[in-house]
């Protein structure tokens, strides 16, 4: 019986992209899934922002390598990823806003990021229309980027299949065989895999998944609704976030994708718990007075559909990566709190360079923030 190098837990965007990685670094490789193809989970969930606009410095670092892989994509590949490049835009109508936004620019900036504190009048002519009672400026990060989820999905996938990986969909991961405090193999209800390294990047079934072999690890899901607008014209580039708490709501942001269609999404206030994916009649109410409120030019156009997600969170914001002590070969891509989508390409390197080498590519320092056993007290401000 054939033994993998590398079995992946999960057809998402993480274990996607690290497929690609893997197979091309030359490990035999083989990804596992219950749904029936791939990015059927909650990648296709997704609303499709990718941001290197974080507080935090190791996202700000993989999430820059994944713009410039989802950026240079089609040139390299030839797939047609969706892809629009027009930006973060974090606006601010509090003064308790600016300060957070400007206070985060110093630590923004040394890890390369580009972007700025740009006025109000800067601001409405990139969003020509947006509310100016109140407006005091934002922070813009212009090389910050939106592609299609579902492109992307089917993207990765055929590339990892020609570079060599396989998939088997429709298995349910049942069990972990160890022997001598090393991983040998992952069963499901279909097979059994040998394996010499195993990757957890499960997404809401994260911890189900560390039980197998006796790891606890602290993801906890919650869910989100988006939604998606008819074509319009073009309005405006940038992803708009507006992080003003109103009641139900902790922030909102939105964009007009590739195909002029605005998508939109809501942190609820309080969050949701739970792996429940229905979605919700009083979504669309709440989010569409957030967004009128805002940009009043959006008040006249028609939704077409909406959806809900989970949020493998954790409870400082930041993802959980990196292999456990025992058994031996297991590693862990898991609670990306919503963010695996710009995570992924990204974070795939550094997972293989775990595998291969025992060591990330990010700088060791800088990854100890995903690290299972760090102090979860501190939150991400821009989570």
Not at 145 to 163: D, E, K, M, Q, W
Not at 234 to 254: A, E
Not at 281 to 292: G, I, N, T
Not at 330 to 358: R, S, T, W
Request: with cysteine; aromatic share 8%.
């Amino acid at each position: 019986m054939k033994t993998y190098d590398l079995v992946i837990i999960g057809a998402g965007s993480i274990g996607l992209p690290t497929a690609l990685v893997a197979a091309r670094q030359g490990l035999a490789t083989l990804v596992l899934d219950r749904c029936a193809s791939p990015g059927q989970g909650d990648h296709k969930r997704a609303i499709g922002g990718v941001r290197a606009t974080h507080s935090d410095p190791t996202k700000i670092r993989i999430c820059l390598r994944s713009i410039k892989i989802f950026t240079e994509w089609q040139q390299r590949e030839g797939d047609d990823l969706g892809f629009r490049q027009g930006g973060y835009l974090f606006v601010a109508y509090r003064s308790e806003d600016e300060e957070l936004l400007k206070g985060l620019l110093k630590i923004q900036k040394s890890h390369g990021l580009n972007i700025n504190w740009i006025a109000g009048d800067q601001v409405k002519a990139l969003v020509p229309g947006i509310r100016e009672e109140g407006l005091r400026g934002g922070v813009y990060s212009p090389e910050d980027i939106n592609v299609s989820p579902l492109r992307c999905a089917s993207a990765f996938y055929f590339a990892a299949g020609r570079a060599g990986a396989e998939f088997k969909f429709q298995e349910i991961v049942t069990g972990i065989e160890t022997k001598q405090g090393r991983v040998q193999a992952v069963k499901t209800d279909k097979g059994c895999y040998p394996a010499r390294h195993v990757l957890n990047a499960a997404g809401a079934a994260a911890s189900e998944m560390g039980r197998l072999v006796g790891l606890e690890l602290p993801v906890f899901p919650d869910s989100h609704e988006a939604g998606i607008t008819e074509p319009v014209e073009h309005l405006f580039d940038p992803m708009i976030v507006d992080i003003r708490p109103t009641p139900g709501g902790k922030n909102s942001y939105f964009f007009q994708n590739s195909e002029n269609r605005i998508e939109f999404c809501l942190t609820p206030d309080p969050l949701f718990p739970g792996i429940n994916r229905e979605a919700t009649s009083s979504f669309l109410p709440l989010v569409a007075r957030k967004l009128v409120d805002l940009l009043p030019r959006l008040a006249n156009i028609r939704v077409r559909r909406t959806w809900r997600g989970l949020y493998p969170q954790t409870t400082d914001g930041n993802p959980i990566v990196g292999s456990a002590r025992e058994p031996a070969g297991y590693h862990y891509a898991v609670g990306m709190c919503g963010q695996g989508f710009m995570l992924g390409p990204g974070l795939a390197e550094d997972i293989v360079g775990l595998v291969k080498n025992g060591k990330p590519v990010t700088d060791e320092d800088l990854f100890l923030a995903f690290g299972l056993e760090r102090n979860f007290s501190k939150t991400e401000k821009l989570k």
